[in-house]
């Protein structure tokens, strides 16, 4: 039964919030909910539609892409193929970074959202994003979890990290998402066992519909449950959504059994856009609507370089763009009837935690708030040593200046609690590890 505060949500506070932020989430939401039913062959006819569309929008507006189309002979972008799109070169970080200002359509420039991340590959990047893309971020995550039951409006809990010091704008934003948008967000850094505690309270109470987070933040969480069972008294939420890193099996299982309920892994970024996410059959289908994946150069086992078109960003378009997680594509239906495409595999972040005073344990993210504030850092990895001291090998633009050494220093401490040294190793260039994956957090510290 949906509860009135949940179906005011629904119906009048989220549709008028996202409306008075300039987003029509809601609207997109309602088209992707009933494009769910589609047949195969209309829904393919209406992805190729979008992939012409941003094509002709780059053609004209955007200086880089036109330059590019003309040199791949895409002269008549209207009729162009789904195979077409491979004649396009990559984008590459480095031409993010180099060329961002050819990659904007001027006539978008004054929607524009800056944003920047630490990525999956430890390089800090600035972007822009645009309110017509972000809608339609959102309303793909909205999509997913109706795939379960859970609904817009519905009652929410977060484990996100967040900025050290909240700012008055925050703590009101904070309140403003939980009396009217029924979502309520929880800071995953300072897990300390008293605070797991005092969030299972808070979740008993609260009794959200869908917990969304970190896996291995959740993982913590649920380790906990498991150690005091009947800490949510008969609450179980309806669905888990894990995000921005790995789901390991051995996560995924120990917070299904602590929860009670099913997990699913959502795949998306900041940069690339919402790229896929699981359904009740647990595979990972794409949102073919927002995202055209390519597989760069696959190895015997199909796994390769993951390039990425977002089909709803016109202020900024990204096509072809190489996001730094690899994996692979399968054209094996699925159950659950779903007309969207499937990843097979994905391999994308793994996660260290810092280690603070007392043996509290810090998402990396926190870490990621503090270093991504210093663009001279072209690259790093953190890497925590057992005495909670830090190396921080980076890749800078120009040597970091005194005070940009000072305020990181100042910033790592403050998330540890604790003063310890930084000793900055600045060098050429960072390998992958082994597997090919970048980590750009590592900790050897243990509570
Ligand atoms: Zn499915």
Redesign the pocket.
């Given at each position: 039964m949906t509860a009135p505060r949940e179906f005011l949500a629904r119906h009048l506070l989220l549709p008028l919030h996202e409306r008075l932020r300039g987003r029509s989430t809601l609207l997109q939401w309602r088209r992707l909910y009933a494009a769910d039913r589609l047949d195969p062959g209309t829904w393919e006819a209406r992805r190729l539609e979008k992939l012409r569309a941003l094509l002709v929008h780059c053609l004209r507006e955007v200086p880089h892409y036109r330059e590019q189309l003309y040199a791949a002979g895409l002269v008549r972008p209207e009729a162009a193929t789904l195979e077409d799109l491979a004649r396009l070169p990559v984008l590459e970080r480095d031409t993010l970074r180099t060329q961002a200002d050819r990659l904007i359509a001027p006539a978008w420039r004054d929607r524009l959202i800056r944003y920047s991340t630490g990525g999956s590959t430890g390089q800090p990047l600035v972007f822009y994003t645009d309110k017509h893309r972000e809608a339609c971020l959102n309303a793909q995550k909205l999509r997913a979890r109706a795939w379960f039951g859970v609904l817009p409006g519905d009652r929410q809990v977060d484990f996100w990290g967040s900025p050290i010091e909240m700012d008055r704008q925050t703590r009101i934003r904070r309140l403003k998402d939980r009396w009217l948008l029924n979502q309520v967000v929880l800071s995953a850094s300072h897990l300390t066992p008293q605070r797991i505690a005092g969030y299972l309270d808070f979740l008993g109470q609260f009794r959200p519909r869908l917990i969304y987070g970190y896996p291995t933040v959740i993982y913590r969480v649920a380790q906990h449950l498991l150690d005091h069972p009947g800490l949510l008294g008969d609450y179980r939420p309806r669905l888990i959504v894990c995000t921005s890193e790995m789901l390991l099996p051995h996560l995924r299982e120990t917070i299904a059994r602590a929860f009670e309920c099913p997990v699913a892994n959502e795949y998306g970024s900041r940069d690339g856009g919402m790229i896929a996410h699981?359904?009740?059959?647990?595979?990972l289908?794409l949102f073919g609507e927002q995202v055209i994946v390519e597989v760069d150069r696959p190895d015997a086992d199909g796994i390769g370089d993951l390039l990425i078109t977002n089909l709803d960003g016109y202020g900024m378009p990204f096509i072809r763009y190489r996001i730094g997680d690899r994996g692979a594509l399968t054209d094996e239906p699925?159950?659950?009837?779903?007309p969207?495409p499937?990843l097979r595999k994905i391999q994308g972040r793994a996660n260290d935690f810092l280690v603070g005073r007392g043996g509290r344990l810090i998402h990396s993210s926190t870490a990621n708030y503090i270093l991504r504030e210093v663009p001279a850092l072209r690259q790093y990895q953190l890497r925590q040593r057992a005495d909670h001291s830090f190396d921080l090998i980076l890749v800078p633009s120009r040597p970091l200046t005194a005070g940009e050494q000072e305020q990181i220093r100042n910033g790592l401490c403050r998330i540890l609690d604790e003063a310890v040294a930084v000793r900055f190793q600045p060098t050429d260039s960072i390998p992958p590890e082994k597997s090919g994956k970048y980590r750009w957090v590592i900790s050897e510290a243990r509570c």
């Open positions: 699981e359904c009740p059959e647990g595979h289908h699925c159950p659950c009837g779903l969207l499937r």
